[in-house]
């Protein structure tokens, strides 16, 4: 085995016993998360839409929902359809907005197929926080793309999840190939 060599300011190499996701901070600290349950209460739901599309990392709009790319993805192309009404439970949901929540999967999964080449999708709503929401006050389903042999030991073992592209750069392919 090879010497590991001193770098200058940043240590030992340790062969990726490390890797650095400085952009998880924001999540850990709970930066961006609502103050209170409702629509004013700094809901990020609820202010996206008032956004670009850019900054606001949204992939489409329709009359009662929009898309968009999840700030903290679980998988490169992780995005999560919601309506722009603020409530909580999938029941409160009226028929319109059912129908363009389905509508807008369909979607998405067209898009992330032509974008990313993905083969498989888990596809899911997390009602409550006992259920795993994070903004359990705004309904929000999610749509992570996923591919063959991408189960790799990093969001299990180290707790870190490896993301090759900027969310940006995300956005824009698959923005580009969401169907009309």
Not at 3 to 21: C, K, M, S, Y
Not at 153 to 160: A, K, R
């Amino acid at each position: 085995m090879q010497e590991p060599i001193e770098q200058a300011g940043v240590g030992v190499p340790d062969n990726f016993q490390r890797l650095w996701t400085p952009h998880r901070m924001a999540y850990i600290r709970g930066e961006n998360k609502p103050t209170g349950s409702g629509p004013g209460d700094g809901c990020p739901f609820c202010e996206i839409p008032k956004m670009s599309d850019e900054d606001g990392l949204i992939l489409a709009r329709g009359s009662t929902v929009f898309a968009v790319l999840n700030l903290y993805p679980y998988n490169s192309g992780h995005l999560m359809i919601c309506p722009y009404r603020h409530i909580a439970d999938y029941v409160e949901l009226n028929e319109a907005e059912t129908a363009e929540i389905a509508d807008f999967t369909k979607r998405a999964i067209q898009a992330l197929r032509k974008a990313s080449g993905a083969q498989g999708f888990n596809v899911g709503l997390n009602l409550g926080q006992v259920a795993g929401a994070g903004i359990a006050a705004h309904l929000h389903q999610h749509i992570v793309p996923r591919w063959g042999g991408d189960t790799n030991f990093m969001p299990i073992v180290g707790h870190t999840r490896v993301l090759p592209q900027l969310l940006r750069e995300t956005r824009e392919l698959v923005a580009e190939a969401w169907p009309s």
